[in-house]
């Protein structure tokens, strides 16, 4: 499974990008796709998963400016990203976790390469 990520780039405070994750590849139809994101000097951390049946999770610092939606037909991922702050600044990360074994038994994890996205004035 191969991960395309793109969109990134440099934006002022208060603006907009999208990001957009292309998955290539064999997969299980029970599956998360989800961002991640690794700010200067600090761990990676999620931002939005999105399965391809179920709720969707947020991490509280982007809920209502974010929002993730994924096309299913084309294996697209993508974090709508708006009111875009200095703390939004990072390298971004798609990941699809895989259900092979269902529900019950070890995903199989899959990163793509980062996207940077850049806020400031």
């Known amino acids: 499974v191969q991960l395309q990520a793109s969109g990134g780039g440099l934006v002022q405070p208060g603006g907009s990008l999208r990001l957009s994750c292309a998955a290539s590849g064999s997969f299980a139809y029970m599956n998360t796709m989800a961002w991640h994101r690794r700010a200067p000097g600090k761990e990676r951390d999620l931002v939005a998963a999105m399965p391809n049946r179920g709720a969707i999770n947020y991490a509280d610092s982007v809920q209502g400016r974010f929002t993730v939606s994924r096309d299913n037909a084309k294996n697209t991922l993508y974090l709508q990203m708006n009111n875009l702050k200095p703390d939004d600044t990072g390298v971004y990360y798609c990941?699809?976790?895989?259900?092979?074994?269902?529900?019950?038994?070890?995903?199989?994890?899959?990163w793509g390469e980062g996207t940077q996205v850049t806020v400031s004035s």
């Open positions: 990941s699809l976790r895989s259900y092979d074994a269902g529900p019950f038994g070890p995903p199989r994890d899959y």
